[in-house]
């Protein structure tokens, strides 16, 4: 394999407004933002990665700004005129910095793409060539939709049914204290055979075990999250009382994470989002923990402009990703996206991944221009 590089990173701030806000027990932002790293190489290759992070320190506690700080100040000088034979040597360059996963996986997928693009292989293949034979790419992902919290149950039924006639063979509703047994009951009433499941961003606490048994006989496909936001152990207390299969997200953080869940029997599922674990030298690893324990393992979003989803798209596309993911249609979330062409939901629930090398798909420079003036306009929190 061809090693690249690294020649010059730029950094793109980005608003972008949404067609529909996803609202969930952490609240709702007003709009999407993203960090967008721009990294060129000697050899002549432009390659992209998303941070994905809100603007406020809610799903994690990076925030846009602390993605700048760190990335401006920290991580792009560490990588700046270093030669890597695999973008695996990222996290050891970015070693000194603790923390800041999200601003870590921008750069590390920007190199990713680049090294794809010089290997002359999709971000798919060249995932898989860091794999064991046997886990080639399937050119497609499997998906699902993710809908926020509304104000009625109604409107709630209405919403799912608008997505089941678009085509996403999975729905995934937040849920919150009040807004929960009620919600799913009368879900199932309407739709006794969706694969249905819920997101409780780490709303409820171990006291509301009996409260959480009361999901067991609607048949979900998983509970996400029920407890904290860091926490294992309490998990691995919950997870045998309930016949619903948790699923753990924001409580994993790491390959040594997934393993310890996975040991302690916290969760059945594991929701992998690679901004919150780094990159994806660390996805990388815990997806073959995931196919050694037999976990089923799927891919999360975070909104992610195109830039993002693609690259997220490409490892939900590996075999060993084996259930729906949360990378929904370009249209479900942006009228405008930064990249071309969109992506679209295909039957059977699934989005196919784009045939070029890296990414893939072409970041639009005057979308860029778009969303840098969009953020400068609509910014919230600057002085
Ligand atoms: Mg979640």
Redesign the pocket.
């Known amino acids: 394999m061809k090693s690249i590089t690294i020649q010059d990173v730029t950094l793109h701030l980005v608003g972008l407004p949404l067609v529909e806000k996803l609202k969930t027990s952490y609240g709702a932002e007003p709009f999407k933002s993203a960090l967008i790293v721009e990294l060129t190489t000697t050899d002549g290759h432009t390659g992209w990665g998303e941070c994905p992070t809100k603007m406020r320190p809610s799903y994690a506690y990076e925030t846009i700004a602390t993605a700048q700080h760190v990335l401006t100040e920290f991580l792009i000088p560490a990588v700046l005129g270093k030669t890597v034979q695999s973008p695996t040597e990222l996290p050891k360059l970015m070693g000194a910095s603790r923390g800041h996963p999200m601003a870590k996986h921008a750069l590390e997928s920007a190199v990713w793409d680049v090294w794809a693009q010089a290997n002359g292989l999709t971000l798919a293949e060249a995932f898989a060539a860091h794999l064991p034979a046997g886990h080639a790419p399937k050119g497609h992902a499997l998906v699902g939709v993710s809908i926020g919290i509304q104000d009625t149950i109604p409107a709630t039924l209405d919403i799912i049914t608008k997505r089941l006639e678009q085509g996403y063979g999975r729905i995934k509703l937040k849920i919150a204290p009040g807004w929960d047994i009620e919600l799913a009951r009368e879900v199932r009433k309407v739709y006794p055979d969706i694969t249905l499941m819920l ?1 409780a ?1 780490s709303a409820y606490r171990l006291s509301d075990a009996d409260h959480l048994k009361q999901f067991d006989d609607l048949g979900l496909l998983m509970i ?2 029920p407890l904290g936001f860091y926490d294992i152990y309490e998990h691995s207390k919950l997870q045998p009382m309930l016949q619903t299969p948790v699923c753990l ?1 924001e409580s994993i953080h790491s390959a040594g994470d997934a393993q310890m869940a996975i040991e302690l029997g916290a969760c059945k599922i594991i ?1 992998l989002k690679p901004a919150r674990v780094a990159g994806y030298t660390e996805s990388l690893d815990i997806y073959k923990i995931c196919v050694a324990h037999d976990v089923p393992l799927w891919v ?1 979003g975070l909104l992610e402009t195109g830039v993002g989803r693609a690259a997220n798209l490409a490892f939900a596309s590996l075999p060993g990703v084996t259930l729906p993911c949360d990378i929904s249609a370009t249209d479900r979330y942006y009228q405008r996206d930064l990249t071309e062409p969109p992506f679209v939901l295909s039957a059977g629930s699934v989005i196919h991944t784009p045939a070029g090398h890296g990414l893939g798909v072409s970041v639009e420079r005057d979308r860029l221009a778009e969303g840098a003036a969009f953020w400068r306009a609509n910014y919230p929190y600057q002085v």
Request: aromatic share 0%.
């Open positions: 997101d961003n996400e999250q997200d929701n999360g």
